[in-house]
């Protein structure tokens, strides 16, 4: 009894190889070996193929996102942000007032620039007609302010120059002897309070923008 189960079992088995041999042989008649073929060697070549990395941004004047157009002046104001960051002014990539220059002051730090000549003036006392006055804070540009330079800087367009308090963040752009574009960024201001980012001083703020060469 027991010889005969062993050789039904074996029986059995002899029979479903021989299937699976048959079933094997059949599809390899049946399908082009060109249809796997393919398909393994596409994703062999998916594999092969190097990853594409996005090219490196490059840098534009006075890091600006994007570059200014032909004919324009490109600049940057901003802002001193508590005792670690000071205030910087950038003029056509030029830091006219920066930490690198070592000429950052406690109070409104102004760049002239000659808008007649590439010159560069990091301070001129009586600016002359057709200049561009930059003007940024660092620590506190209110205390020592006195109601006449107040009154200058409104007359150059300033709205913010009579809010000023006591460690306000002020930036500033205007023209002497001509008339800026209405649709770029002249003024911001932050004043100091309760939420400040640095303890006793406001969050940095920054203008910036570009300005036409042919104003005058």
């Known amino acids: 009894m027991f010889v005969k189960q062993h050789l039904v079992k074996l029986a059995g088995l002899l029979l479903t190889s021989l299937v699976a041999w048959y079933l094997g042989c ?22 092969k193929k190097p990853v594409l990395k996005a090219p490196v941004p ?5 890091d600006h996102w994007s570059p200014c ?4 002046y490109a600049y940057r104001i901003l802002s001193g942000g508590g005792t670690g960051r000071l205030a910087k002014i950038c003029f056509e990539d030029d830091l006219l ?3 690198e220059k070592g000429n950052v002051g406690r109070g409104i730090n102004i760049a002239i620039v000659n808008y007649h000549s590439d010159e560069m003036v990091t301070f ?12 940024v804070t660092h620590d506190d540009g209110s205390t020592r302010l006195k109601d006449g330079a107040k009154k200058l800087v409104e007359e150059l367009g300033s709205k913010e120059i009579q809010n000023m308090k006591f460690r306000s963040s002020w930036a500033f752009i205007a023209a002497k002897g001509f008339k800026l574009p209405d649709d770029i960024q002249k003024e911001k201001i932050n004043h100091s309070d309760k939420n400040n980012r640095y303890g006793g001083w406001p969050a940095e703020i920054q203008i910036e923008g570009c300005i036409p060469r042919n104003l005058i």
């Open 26 to 47: 059949l599809f390899a008649v049946l399908i082009p070996k060109e249809t796997i073929t393919v398909p393994i060697a596409y994703l062999e070549d998916i594999v």
């Open 58 to 62: 490059k840098r534009q004047k006075c």
């Open 69 to 72: 157009s032909p004919g324009n």
């Open 97 to 99: 007032i920066s930490e």
């Open 124 to 135: 001129i006392k009586n600016a002359p007609e057709g200049s561009l006055l930059l003007m």
